[in-house]
């Protein structure tokens, strides 16, 4: 999912921002270029591994292909973990489900530092501490499962992988979500307003579903148009 004008205009970049993405960007081609062990020191800080991977762009059978549970926990995941998340920061995104990197796994990230995820972000957690689920402000959701939803509203979102096209869907206010942690531990979180959206999102993304599905009739019609002109099909 990327930002959404309902977002705060503090999360909208400026060309500071872009400049910082672009020098961010090249600075990690650089650190790959560097090397490339599990993590290392340059000019004195520790970086551990990590690359920008390509996001997937709609029409793409990756993306309409429901996703495979986790079962194994490893390193390997928390590689794919790591990467989806730079990734997500680097395309300007607030969410990343792993089959918009090619990867066809129940996992998804999602960013919970911006504004527009303000408290309360988590209102209730069975079994363990919260922050134990959050990552340098990052919220990964693996096998996850909607258990409850209420309150439809509009939602104005948009996708890494339909760049550039934004429509407003019906989507719940508040979700709660059961998932498993990197860790593999069981978890339930409930999110409202932005990150409900955000979990929403994502988790369709890993049923294959986007949220263009969502769209009225006639904007699908309008939409399909879109989609011809700039993706080179009617269908994604
Ligand atoms: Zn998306």
């Excluded at 872009?18 to 062990?37: G, K, M, N, P, T």
């Excluded at 096209?165 to 999110?191: C, K």
Aim: proline content about 6%; overall charge negative.
């Amino acid at each position: 999912m990327d930002t959404t004008p309902v977002a705060p205009h503090s999360l909208q970049q400026t060309p500071d921002d872009e400049h910082l993405d672009r020098a961010f960007q090249s600075f990690v081609s650089y650190r790959f270029r560097l090397s490339d062990i599990d993590s290392h020191t340059v000019f004195g800080l520790i970086y551990t591994d990590m690359a920008l991977l390509d996001i997937v762009i709609a029409p793409h059978p990756v993306l309409r292909s429901p996703c495979q549970p986790v079962s194994t926990f490893d390193s390997q995941l928390h590689k794919l973990l790591d990467n989806m998340y730079e990734s997500m920061v680097a395309s300007n995104g607030i969410g990343l489900a792993a089959p918009q990197v090619a990867v066809s796994q129940m996992v998804a990230v999602i960013d919970v530092s911006s504004d527009a995820v303000e408290q309360p972000k988590i209102m209730s957690l069975a079994d363990i501490d919260p922050a134990q689920h959050i990552y340098d402000k990052r919220l990964e959701i693996i096998n996850p499962k909607i258990t409850q939803s209420k309150e439809r509203v509009s939602s104005e979102e948009g996708c890494l992988s339909i760049p550039d096209y934004r429509d407003t869907i019906s989507r719940f206010f508040t979700v709660t979500v059961e998932a498993q942690d990197r860790y593999g531990r069981p978890f339930s979180a409930t999110a409202v307003d932005y990150l409900a959206f955000a979990v929403q999102h994502e988790v369709d993304h890993l049923h294959g579903i986007l949220f263009v599905d969502h769209l009225s009739r006639l904007k699908k019609t309008l939409f399909k148009r879109w989609s011809m002109k700039n993706l080179g099909s009617d269908t994604v």
